[in-house]
Nanobody, 124 residues
Framework: QVRLVESGGGSVRAGESLMLSCRDS????????MGWFRQAPGKEREFVAAISWESLSRYYEESVKGRFTISRDNAKNTVYLQMSELKPEDTAVYFC?????????????????WGQGTQVTVSS
């Protein structure tokens, strides 16, 4: 069973950094691909980044490349999203997600399991 809980959201100014964490309390974390998605007010949810179970493959949405870094620690059942050079347009609720294959999360850009989300607000 997969149970995802995000943390680390908050309010920052443009140009600042923030790191999100997502912990899976289940027993299959090390087998699953993980991802981050976000949803801004009035917009559809969009893909942000994904990482394979062994960290060999990573995917990023074009607008966050070079600013965001996804990583994971399988010993801690945790995936991270380090966000730098934040912009007001990064403001959204950020969701952690998981599925059994990186192709699903990173290429198809969908997932079977989802966290509740954490708010990130970037002011100008």
């Amino acid at each position: 069973q997969v149970r995802l809980v995000e943390s680390g959201g908050g309010s920052v100014r443009a140009g600042e950094s923030l790191m999100l964490s997502c912990r899976d309390s289940g027993r299959t974390f090390g087998q699953n691909a993980m991802g981050w998605f976000r949803q801004a007010p009035g917009k559809e949810r969009e893909f942000v980044a994904a990482i394979s179970w062994e960290s060999l493959s990573r995917y990023y949405e074009e607008s966050v490349k070079g600013r965001f870094t996804i990583s994971r620690d399988n010993a801690k059942n945790t995936v991270y999203l380090q966000m730098s050079e934040l912009k007001p347009e990064d403001t959204a609720v950020y969701f952690c997600a998981a599925d059994t294959a990186i192709r699903i999360v990173g290429i198809d850009r969908t997932a079977r399991w989802w966290g509740q989300g954490t708010q990130v607000t970037v002011s100008s």
